[in-house]
């Protein structure tokens, strides 16, 4: 790390392992706002960057092992009592995977192949700009007789 003191050390370490500024400020016994004065110092932001990286990747990696792996989980009844498999008497443990884990990872790792294909965008146009817009882009499709909703055709 470069010239940072024992406390950012301390805090940044912290984050790498937590990815919350809140516990990183505990572990290193600063205040919150103190993390945020240090982001001012170029040196210190750097580092931070780097930290978050690591908070990061401990995500992902734990995000893969739900996803991949899977977890185990007691079942329970509607009682709240955990169940009991009848031939061993033991509790019954379930493992599940993570679908929706496993489809956000394929989403950031192979966006061409598994993102959204939904394309948003945000216009600040006001609705007779939008009217026009679209009007001219029936128009352009060849079907300029149409009309748009609430508005006669312009021919």
Known sequence: MPDLSPKQKAFLGAFAETGSVTAAARAADIYRSTHYYWLENPEYAKAFDQAQEEATDRLEEEARRRAVQGVQRLKFGGNGAPLKDPRTGEVYVEHVYSDSLLVALLRANRPEKYADRHKHEISNLSND???????????????????????PPTD
């Open 129 to 151: 700009e939008l009217i026009a817009k679209a009007r001219a882009a029936l128009i352009a499709s060849g079907d300029g007789a149409a009309g748009v909703a609430g508005q």
